[in-house]
């Protein structure tokens, strides 16, 4: 049996259900990062004044609070250290399987990164092999904008997947 | 004249899948807990901690303190709050408690926690646990159901350390066989090496009985002075001795060890727990530690000084966590078996040891006079240990 949605919330779009950040610069400071994967790249924020490089990327520095940061990037090649692969039970929101993988992306603060895998066929996937950046579009997110009515803010985000060989 | 704390009595519901609201899961928690005390009425108690989690997203419920207290017939005056640490969310109201009637401004507190998980919907609780870790870093990966990041987990153990599926198996045999007399529990059925090692798959090497259920329900305990105590019970006291509460990082990507399998973090909460109850890891004689995986059980175990950084697999298969054993583990049924509602947790694993120290558990570890709780939350973020013990700190 299908099930319809709430009455009362037919055509509004309940953003605390969206699975997906709130990405857009109007309710997200750290919007560049995904500006920056939209062009394929991978970044984060880098202290102007001490240097510190944090992932994921804030407003303030987290070693010295200085608020004078940029985005630098980050590798986009890395090795997988460990992975465990979910083929059944997959919750909602992704696909089987459901590959997790702890990355080496070879420098601070991406020596451990855990992320999802893509693009990977089930059983396929061994330790030591080399991933790379993989990003692909979300759903666009719908937000009022006063008498400009109402726009629809683009999203992307991002997973790695294997190398080719 | 110093005060110090200790826990007078407690109680849980039936943990479950319950057809019960939230709000009738505290009320059962908190009739159980007074049940406990014979002679404490609500209107002795003047503070109220509530520890939950998902009230907000799966009770469509914030501010719940107030609310709380209202169901209860409670009129605090002291304090009236809620706190929210998923998993060590009833530690942490136990931590606050301690300091609250220590510093005399509380006299009696309850603490308690619940969660009410299932929703009409399954899917919706599953989805809502993409919360239960970092949001935009870590949940949307899919990592806010943990089996995955336990799975990953208990590989590293694996490779790093030599441990194999056999030890955690013995884990879950461990915990559903003390589970399986006791009424509250969520599983209450006595589990096999064999059955444990034959059960269907999760996430590799993770199989049905390494992973704990998801729980509705809720506990309660009443924290207060060794002097107010008297006038309530004649059991001897189990004082709140010390306690720790360490978070090193909350994305993954800086979890604090050298791989998954190494806590730096709970090593640290553990010293400091220590330290400040003035006991060493050979006192612990009864611990309630948080099984949400076998794994957990497995490394906990090492990082809070019952075995060598690594002999976690060995201590738990060779049935040094059975009563008879060096320290015997979540003598109740743990996480594993009695079940998780995350804000409960931490009463439940502290009244178990009250019990124990009191010489009325069901699983009773002789001549018990010091024990521990511990909990991790998060996408193993936070650890939280509360160490209990019959005589105060001198």
Known sequence: MSVTGIPILDNLYPATM??????????????PFYENLKQGRFTTTKCKDCGNVSYPPRVICPQCY???????????????????????????GFESPLIHAVVDLGVDPVKRLLTRIINCPAGTLKRGDEVQLAVFDIPAMPIEKGRAGTIM?????????PVKK | MSRNAVMLGGGQCKWGVREAHLVDLFQEAAKACLDDIPGLKPSDIDGLIVATSYAGRCSFQVNTAPVIAERLGLKPTSICTRCDTLCAGGSTGIILAKGLVESGNADMVMVTGGEKLYTPQKWEVF???????????????????????????????FMHYGSKK????????????????????QMQKKLTLEEAMAAPTVVPPLTLYDCCPITDGAAACIITTDEIAKRFSNRPFVYLRGTAQVCLNSVSANFPGAHLADWKHTRIAAEKAYARAKVSPGD????????????????????????KKGAGGEFCG?????????????????????????GATGIRQGIEIMKQLQGRARHQVKDADIGLTHNLSGANAEHTIVIYGREPVK
């Not at chain 2, 056999?166 to 529990?185: K, Q, R, T």
């Not at chain 2, 049935?319 to 049924?333: F, L, Y």
């Open chain 1, 18 to 31: 969206d699975m997906w950040p709130i990405e857009a610069k109007e309710f997200n400071r750290s919007w």
């Open chain 2, 166 to 185: 056999e030890d955690l198996a013995a884990v879950s045999v461990a915990n559903y066989n003390y589970a399986s007399d006791n009424p509250m529990a």
């Open chain 1, 153 to 161: 803010a683009e999203r992307v985000f991002f997973a790695f997947e």
């Open chain 1, 66 to 92: 200085s608020e004078n940061l940029e985005f630098t990037d980050l590798p986009k090649k890395g090795k997988v250290v460990v992975f465990s692969e979910e083929v059944k039970g997959v919750p909602l």
């Open chain 2, 318 to 342: 060779s049935k040094q966590i059975e009563v008879g054993g060096k320290v015997p583990v979540n003598t109740d049924g743990g996480l594993l078996a009695v079940g998780h509602p995350f």
């Open chain 2, 127 to 157: 989805y809502s646990e993409l919360a239960s870790v970092d949001h935009d870093w870590d949940g949307v990966h899919g990592m806010g159901l943990p089996p995955p990041f336990f799975a990953l987990t208990a590989q590293e153990h």
């Open chain 2, 284 to 307: 612990v004689k009864v611990a309630q530690t948080h099984d949400c995986f076998t794994i957990s059980e497995v490394i906990e175990v090492e990082e809070l000084g019952f075995c």
